[in-house]
């Protein structure tokens, strides 16, 4: 199996080296192909920390404990959208 991948991407190296445009055609497309899948992944994330934002903002905690998560949320991303999911989001009361 791996034999095979291997000897798929190096033809594909060798089409993208000759003279004619159908190497850059299956380039391109790969190209095409790789920017739809980390676009629909970016989509995917920003859809998650905007959720984790939203339910940040909608649940009761003691304190100032909401604006701290708040703040871990928008200045770390992900990550802080994440560690919200698992973490803080059992320590507020949905309102």
């Known amino acids: 199996m791996l034999s ?3 000897t798929m991407f190096g033809d594909l190296a060798m ?3 000759s003279n004619n445009n159908a190497g850059a055609a299956v380039g391109a497309g790969f190209a095409g192909l790789f920017m ?8 995917l994330i920003f859809a998650i920390w905007l959720w984790m934002l939203i339910d940040c903002c909608t649940r009761d905690f ?3 404990e909401k ?3 708040i703040l871990v949320i928008v200045f770390t991303g992900i990550i802080g959208a994440l560690v919200y ?3 803080g ?3 507020g009361t949905k309102s």
């Open 89 to 91: 989001k059992s320590r």
């Open 67 to 69: 604006i701290v998560w």
């Open 62 to 64: 003691e304190g100032n």
């Open 85 to 87: 999911m698992f973490v």
């Open 15 to 17: 089409l993208a080296q």
């Open 4 to 6: 095979t991948a291997v």
């Open 36 to 43: 739809c899948v980390f676009a629909l992944i970016g989509l």
